[in-house]
């Protein structure tokens, strides 16, 4: 498999004789030379790989700058993959956590490098020969998604790691106040309309799973020679305990289709939405087919997730005025937000 690590950017650069100590002090068991390079997809944590001699591992840490309170929770992280690797093999093992801030600035953790295709904007070359790959692609990500719903939360240890009841309520309640801590930058008055009409319709849940938070298919890995199956799902440090049909809505949330119209925002759809992916209502239908879950209320959470998608990408703006985030992609992306309120609105069929 390619790697597709680079040279760590400029700004995002960290004390790596002070890593390197520390990580060879906690697993004395590495050995060869250090080094580190930095993986270049996210635009929120930062992933860097690092290979002590033939050991490649993985280190994760936040962004720099001020962070959203219970943002880029890397304690909450290595909770999950320190123990969920056993129950479930699409999540790598981690292996160290570290919060003594005079190593790079901030927690960090550590985990197992996993190897195969993670994919962004194109179909990777290794996998373009399979028939009808884009379709095989989208459901596998569905598939693995799906799985870790029916997965026991009190089997698998975590769940500890939120409070179920409710769940649903307090992500519309937390996000309305997230935004209004960065809304002054947009005259965008749907964003409460919205806000309103999703906590007077709240569903009610019906079972409690392990929430990733941000499933997508640029979270997940493939192995080149079978896209039928996801062999790895990344990003786990906003994980909870609640309702599995928010993971749903944030997947559509992410999904191109092909009705959409010219200038939707769904994430990578420019590139994506040529994958032949399947539908929105392909991805429900094969959702509930997997999951046994019912899911009636699938464009509420849909609406919620490109609600909630727009006050993240006014935050990340909101992060670049500050002078608190490097990544140029931060400069516009605040751009989305009016279209994401719309979308939601309509999703709710508000006029």
């Not at 004390?15 to 929120?44: I, N, Y």
């Not at 860097?48 to 962004?63: A, C, I, K, N, S």
């Not at 899911?295 to 509420?300: G, L, M, N, P």
């Not at 998608?309 to 490097?326: F, I």
Request: hydrophobic share 40%.
């Amino acid at each position: 498999m390619a790697d597709d690590a680079e040279a760590v950017r400029d700004g995002d650069q960290l004390d790596w004789a002070a890593f390197e100590r520390h990580v060879r002090a906690a697993l004395p068991e590495l050995d060869g030379p250090f080094e580190a390079r930095q993986f270049p997809g996210g635009s929120a944590n930062l992933t860097y790989l690092v290979r002590f001699g033939d050991t490649e591992l993985v280190l994760r840490r936040p962004p720099f700058g001020t962070i959203a309170p219970g943002a880029h929770d890397m304690k909450r992280e290595f909770r999950v993959l320190s123990g969920l690797w056993q129950h479930f093999d699409r999540a790598p093992r981690a292996y160290l956590f570290c919060e003594d801030h005079s190593v790079v600035g901030s927690d960090f953790f550590v985990m197992e490098r996993r190897t195969g295709e993670v994919i962004r904007d194109l179909i990777p070359a290794s996998m373009q020969h399979h028939d009808r790959v884009g379709r095989r692609i989208g459901f596998a990500t569905v598939d693995a998604f799906a799985d870790l719903a029916l997965l026991d939360p009190v089997a698998v240890g975590l769940d500890g790691l939120g409070k179920p009841d409710g769940f649903v309520e307090r992500q519309v309640r937390g996000w309305t106040d997230r935004w209004s801590r960065v809304c002054e930058l947009w005259d965008e008055p749907l964003m409460v309309t919205v806000s309103a009409e999703l906590a007077r319709r709240l569903p009610t849940p019906s079972r409690v799973s392990l929430v990733h938070n941000d499933p997508k298919i640029d979270n997940c890995m493939f192995d080149a020679a079978d896209p039928d199956r996801a062999i790895a799902i990344f990003d786990w440090d906003m994980t909870t305990v609640g309702d599995p049909l928010v993971d749903l809505g944030t997947l559509l949330n992410y999904w191109p289709d092909p009705s959409d119209p010219p200038g939707a925002w769904r994430g990578r759809d420019e590139t994506q939405r040529e994958f032949g992916l399947p539908t929105r209502d392909e991805v429900i239908e094969h959702y509930a087919a997997r999951t046994g879950i019912d899911c009636t209320d699938a464009r509420w959470y849909e609406a919620f997730a490109q609600w909630k998608t727009a006050v993240v990408v006014a935050q990340l703006h909101h992060r670049w005025r500050m002078g608190n985030s490097v990544n140029p992609r931060h400069e516009t992306i605040g751009d989305a937000v009016p279209v994401l309120a719309r979308s939601a609105a309509d999703l709710l069929g508000l006029a």
